[in-house]
């Protein structure tokens, strides 16, 4: 793609009639877009005109990475005067790279490429914990691979081999990056077995890890396509049977968030797993068996049971069984409990989650991860 340059606001494509001509002395913001089209480039390149043939080119720094949405790019330059024959170069890590070159006093060529709508980002959630050098590694992996990527660790406390639990943070997680971010789940207590390593698409997003279930939920996303990972040159050139977080799923997220063709993971499937469990089951006219699906940081006990979906159904009210505890005072915000009080309150997941004022629900019901919850409306 190019930028919009010309008196009549065309898209340039950098073949020699992207010259913008300089001359004004204050410094001016130019605004780039990539993979929206020409009909997109050419507003962007219209609404830019004054700022392009002003020459000084000044924006925001550090905003050249842009935004993606939907595939289309928009972003904002600074460009300081340059001696001549010198360049500006940045690779906004969503692949969108411009070159900036100073033909003479007088004129700057600009020449912009998108060649992916990716964001650059990279998450990580595992449950190797910090204690060891894994998490590190796989870092390391992915900035020999993709230096200019950002990682960001949603989490690595996930229960030791607790794919559903995995399955649970990823959901609550991922809606919250931006599209073309690369998410990489490792809860994998089948490595080195003949589960497959797998990339899904599913709203935009890109997600890597194994076929055991942990990726259930992306499955069922409208327009989702899942690939069996088989591209070797994705993969580290010595692969272990314990350690595909770093020899493969890392390496692999990395090439991604550089711009890869996802079709080049290898191909289309249709059999991935998909987990049964974890969803809340009737039992009853008024009855539903559901589960703890998470406990957090705090002690509140995060069930599986849909607020928005269970609250409606109770009309004059309800109560949770959960261990030998059966808790029906719900409240709308923590310090509505008394300190010490076990309440039901609706957390920022959505879901029902018992909790105490102050204290942990987890340690003063003796109740954890994975443990029964029976729900009963009236």
Not at 275 to 290: D, E, H, K
């Amino acid at each position: 793609m190019g930028v919009g340059g010309g008196e009549d606001g065309r898209v340039l494509d950098g073949g020699g009639d992207d010259m913008a001509r300089a001359g004004a002395e204050d410094s001016e913001v130019i605004g780039l877009g990539a993979a929206g089209g020409e009909d997109d480039l050419s507003g962007i390149a219209a609404e830019q005109l004054s700022d392009l043939r002003s020459g000084g080119l000044h924006a925001a720094a550090g905003l050249l990475a842009g935004a993606v949405d939907g595939g289309r790019v928009a972003v904002n330059l600074r460009l300081d005067p340059l001696e001549d024959g010198e360049h500006f170069r940045r690779d906004g890590c969503c692949g969108v790279v411009v070159e900036i070159k100073h033909v003479s006093p007088a004129i700057l060529s600009l020449t912009a490429m998108a060649t992916t709508t990716r964001s650059g980002l990279i998450t990580l959630l595992t449950d190797f914990g910090t204690q060891d050098h894994f998490v590190g590694v796989m870092k390391g992996v992915i900035a020999g691979i993709a230096p200019a990527a950002r990682v960001v660790d949603i989490t690595h406390e996930v229960g030791a081999h607790q794919v559903g639990q995995g399955r649970f943070l990823l959901g609550q997680s991922w809606p919250y990056f931006p599209k073309g971010t690369v998410h990489v789940c490792v809860v994998d207590p089948g490595v080195g077995t003949a589960r497959r390593p797998i990339v899904v698409e599913a709203g935009g997003h890109l997600f890597v890890g194994p076929d055991n279930g942990i990726l259930t939920d992306l499955l069922a996303v409208k327009g989702a396509k899942t690939r069996a990972l088989t591209q070797a040159k994705w993969h580290l050139k010595n692969v272990s049977q314990t350690f595909h977080g770093r020899d493969i799923f890392a390496p692999a997220a990395a090439h991604l968030a550089k711009g890869a063709k996802v079709s080049e993971a290898g191909r289309l499937i249709e059999d991935a797993l998909r987990l049964s469990s974890g969803v809340p089951q009737r039992t009853g006219r008024r009855f539903w068996n559901g589960e703890v699906a998470h406990v957090d940081h705090f002690g509140n006990l995060i069930t599986n049971l849909a607020a928005a979906e269970f609250l409606p159904l109770a009309v004059k009210g309800l109560a949770l069984k959960v261990g030998l505890t059966e808790v029906g005072k719900l409240v709308g915000s923590y310090a509505e409990a008394a300190e010490g009080e076990v309440v039901l309150i609706t957390g920022s997941s959505g879901n029902l989650e018992v909790a105490m004022n102050q204290g942990s629900a987890a340690r003063k019901l003796g109740v954890g991860l994975g443990s029964p919850v029976e729900l009963e409306v009236w």
